[in-house]
């Protein structure tokens, strides 16, 4: 692969209205606001999407911190130069401290021009040995623990094989009891707090040792690492990192530490697919099992998900859902569950179209950023 020449970079705001609010310890989420990269090259196109959210709730980056951060600062920067591939885009960004969504976001954008243009799947390039993928879905906080349960219910009924749900202070052992009581102990279930706790609640959290949780995902704050390896010391349940896990180093420091057994891998959170792919590495030379996470992805996103969650180490259903978990319209066309699985795209790239009256009808801004 040559790499690509960019002409131009399309930013786009879109605004895609949930099926359901996603409460989560951070907030409830109604609307996923989604920024949209497209690059503009000699020959083509190419398309990305950076998962920071509408407010810096998850983590410190949002769509208008993204957007800015790309079109002052590190646009600028792919423009300048050769010809780029995809390996050289974090390289090429590496003096911009931190926005790593944004540079994940300008990274996938990069790779899929690049890999349309050598007729290669994500999948492939990444490394895929699985033709589709098994589905989990992430189950925010309800009103009611009924209304959780039939929640639940209708996503066991779609086909989904593992279930995680949400928890904070106050919702945690009592939906997580209610929920193997009635659907067993087969069903694979874990929990994620996104750091809602602190220290002094390690007592607490050991009674959903009694559950047989799949994992705990991020109890602590991010930067925790010391007491997440103390937790990790107290309880049976294993300890899963998201929010902590920023980079390859970061991982291979926390599993080091002791600070968790499991890695949830978000590219967006970790500056890009082949970061992505770098932490799926160390993890499975540590013998650390890792699972896809989920960040609401428009269907550019899924797509690329689908692809990294090919990946071998990727032994554990992720937050990877089909479309209609999310939203009714998209703008690519839906991902649907099938016999319980989920298809990887095999076309090149993203191996996913764009609805062009969809993602008209969904964008409410876009800017063009033309190179010199
Ligand atoms: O894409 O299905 C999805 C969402 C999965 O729970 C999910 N993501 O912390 O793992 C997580 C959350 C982050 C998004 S909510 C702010
Ligand atoms: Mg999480």
């Known amino acids: 692969m040559g ?20 409460r989560t310890s951070l907030g409830t989420e109604t609307v996923r606001e989604a920024l949209v990269i497209r690059v503009l090259t000699a020959d ?63 990274e996938m954008a990069v790779l899929d021009a ?24 992430s189950v925010g906080i309800t009103g009611w623990i009924s209304e959780l349960v039939d929640v639940i219910a209708g996503y066991l009924d779609d086909g989904y094989c593992r279930v995680k749900l949400k928890i904070e202070p106050g919702w945690d052992l009592a939906p997580v009891r209610a929920v193997r009581e009635r659907f067993g102990d087969e069903l694979m279930l874990q929990v994620d707090a996104n ?53 390859a180093t970061a991982a291979a420091d926390a599993i080091s530490l002791g600070a968790c057994s499991i890695v949830n891998i978000k590219a967006g959170r970790v500056g890009g697919y082949l970061e992505a792919r770098a932490i799926h590495d160390v993890c499975s030379a540590h013998g650390v099992p890792v699972w896809c996470g989920g960040m609401l992805e428009t269907g550019l996103g899924r797509a690329a998900n689908l692809a990294l969650a090919a990946l071998p180490g990727f032994s554990l259903p992720g937050d990877v859902s089909a479309t209609a978990r999310y939203y009714t319209e998209d703008i690519t066309p839906p991902f649907v569950l099938t016999d319980g699985t989920i298809e990887v795209p095999q076309g090149p790239g993203l191996g996913v179209a ?10 409410s801004q876009t800017e063009l950023i033309k190179g010199s």
Not at 3 to 22: H, M, Q, S, T, Y
Not at 354 to 363: D, F, G, H, K, Q
């Open 195 to 247: 750091t809602a706790y602190r220290r002094s609640d390690i007592a607490h959290l050991a009674k959903l040792d009694d559950f047989g949780l799949l994992l705990i995902e991020q109890p602590l704050d991010e930067e925790d690492l010391l007491g997440h390896a103390q937790l990790a010391a107290r309880i049976s349940t294993p300890v899963c990192l998201d929010e902590s896990i920023v980079s």
């Open 354 to 363: 764009i609805v062009t009256a969809s993602l008209e009808a969904l964008t």
């Open 114 to 137: 690049e890999l349309r243009s050598a007729g290669m799947s994500f999948s492939e390039f990444l490394g895929g040995v699985k033709d589709a993928v098994a589905p989990g879905v």
């Open 3 to 22: 790499g690509v020449k960019i002409d131009a970079l399309e930013l786009r705001r879109v605004n895609l209205p949930l099926v359901r609010p996603f």
């Open 44 to 106: 083509g196109e190419g398309w990305g999407e950076c998962v920071a959210g509408s407010e810096p709730l998850y983590s410190s980056e949002y769509v208008d911190s993204a957007w800015l951060t790309i079109r002052d600062h590190l646009a600028p920067r792919l423009f300048a130069g050769p010809a780029l591939s995809a390996a050289r885009v974090a390289p090429r960004l590496a003096g911009i401290k931190g926005h790593r969504m944004a540079k994940a976001g300008l």
